[in-house]
């Protein structure tokens, strides 16, 4: 078995984040997940809500971000495995995406969390 750098390992990890992300929540690969989901509406104490829901299993995997998140896995590191080079180039631009994406979420969201102290402060 290849030994693994720890830097190799963490970019691993935000390259298989990203992509699973990629795959289960991203406008772009709407287009994938489409025939494998139905719309379904559903009435809530809000009103009238619409939700995707899988009409296969593959509709599930595709939906379901921890499913999603094992194959890609499996995908990117028995990947980098078995073509550590041309694997590498894919894995380096997943885990900047990762890094970032993770950056940028945490940044969005204590820039809410100020909004939000700032208008409870103006009501005082």
């Known amino acids: 078995m290849r030994d693994i750098s720890w830097m ?4 691993l990890i935000l390259a298989s ?4 992300h990629l795959i289960v929540f991203d406008k772009i690969t709407e287009f994938i997940r489409k025939p494998f ?6 009435e809530t104490e809000d009103g ?5 829901v ?6 599930y995997l595709l ?3 921890w499913c999603a ?4 896995a499996i995908l990117l590191g028995g990947a980098y495995l078995l073509f550590p080079r041309v694997t590498f180039v894919f894995i380096l631009i997943f885990s900047i995406a990762g890094g970032q994406s993770i950056i940028e979420t945490f940044v969005g969201v204590n820039i809410k969390k100020v ?4 208008e409870l402060k103006k009501k005082d």
């Open 8 to 11: 190799t390992y963490i970019m």
């Open 17 to 20: 984040y990203r992509l699973t």
């Open 37 to 42: 989901v139905k719309k379904v509406k559903i």
């Open 48 to 52: 009238v809500e619409t939700k995707e």
């Open 54 to 59: 899988p009409t296969s299993m593959f509709g």
């Open 63 to 65: 939906k379901c971000y």
């Open 69 to 72: 998140g094992v194959w890609s």
């Open 115 to 118: 909004d939000y102290y700032s």
